[in-house]
């Protein structure tokens, strides 16, 4: 193993290896990503693959309008061949009460200001979107046709793929088992195969950035929280947009593959690092999706499985330097949203290590704003 | 055996994908099923996975007994989002 490196990330990651890549890109040396499993084995590998710019902040509408204009040609903007099944089907987001369709007309205000393709639709409407949709209770929705799909182990892989061409190493099957602070400056990355000197880490652990902020000295309000998720057997290209309503809690879209991936956020989900399946999400999940796309009744559902949703108490993530330990940077915290944005996550975090202006002001993202009780609330989160 | 030997019957994998994933640096059977969706059909790679297995045993020279299976989830066999929901109240 390397022993020195100009910057260790930890979290092999969409977002480790996006920011490996910006950062192999931008100069910064020897770059180094451990990774404790293989590549998008965590939370990325197990996200449901959803890609909007229909956000109710304007920090987040710009990270992930700048997100889907890398995302449409990330082969050619990386410069490696592969296809990341980038499908721009459209978002329906679904609105149930006056509140609702309150908060979402006040969204487009906002996304259409910064040239975000979205509109309102009425129930007749969204019913000409997707045909199958009930819409007994619908006030009406807001859709976006340039939101969309990639696949998360493609967008990794591509990533990981050019970062290597750039000379990042990538450590699989090794873990951080802790870090060196001294005199307020990281100094090295222990991992169970061997240690690595250095005066940069990016903690893109995911869920578990809190425990390597842990190492450093440092106090992340990040918690883990299982989110569940389930695929069905591939059948004809039937829906083309996600379908998502945050009243209903839930997600459903069909993949350019055929099956449908869908999943609901749980209100009483504590703060765990399981991410067994439940036969409850099953059955819930069933009830709530027939009811509101009732012909997916007839399709059969091939596997569930669970990820860790790395969950800051604003829903927004933590990106940047710590203000105590020089060196010690985290990228985490997004909350059920870091493979949207991670194109520009890794940009943004390469921009700041390399001391560089900033493509989109990001500084409402440090982690202090949580001792100066700024938080910086998104209102749109399943 | 000269015809592409279909390995994965769900995905249309053929042996000689597989082969080549393996070359490429897939080494378990986790990473391959990710890289081209080998066993991830309605069968849940019950047919393929034991093939696979004694593919990548072969090619890394270890008995097929040392690889290690991927994650089996639920459900054990297909179900209908329409009996799943159903199944909450008792018939």
Known sequence: MIKQADVVIIGGGVVGCSIAYNLAKAGAGQVVVIERGYLASGATGRCGAGVRMQWGTETNCLLSRESVRLLENLPEVLEVDGDIEFKQGGYLLLAYSEKMVAQFKQNLTLQNSLSIPAQWVTPDQAKEIVPHLNTDGLLGATFCPKDGHANPFKVTSLYAKAAAKLGVKFYTYTEATG???????????????????????????????????????????????????????????????????????????????????????????????NIKSSWQFLSEMAARITKILPPLANLNVIRQWAGLYDMCPDRTPILGQDPTVKGFYTAAGFSGHGFMISPVVGQLMAQMVMGQPLLIPINMFSADRFTRGQLFVEPSVV | ?????????????????????????????????????????????????PLIAQELAKSLSKPTGEVILPSFRPPTAPISLGALARGSSHD
Do not use: W
């Open chain 1, 179 to 273: 870090l060196s602070v001294k005199a307020g400056k990281v100094a090295a990355v222990h991992t169970s195969q061997g240690d690595i000197a250095t005066n940069t880490i990016i903690n893109a652990a995911g869920g578990y950035a809190k425990a390597v902020g842990c190492m450093a000295g440092v106090e992340l309000p990040i918690f883990p929280e299982r989110h569940e998720i389930l695929v069905t057997e591939p059948v004809e290209p039937m829906q083309t947009p996600m379908v998502m309503c945050f009243y209903h809690n839930l997600y459903c879209q069909q993949t350019p593959h055929g099956s449908f991936i869908m999943g609901i956020g749980h209100p009483d989900e504590p703060e765990t690092f």
């Open chain 2, 1 to 49: 055996m000269t015809e592409p030997v279909i390995i994965c019957r769900c995905e249309d994998i053929t042996l000689a994908d597989i082969q080549e994933r393996i070359e490429q640096g897939n080494h378990s059977l986790e990473e391959l099923k990710r890289e081209c969706r080998c066993g991830m059909g309605p069968c849940q790679g019950r047919t393929c996975m």
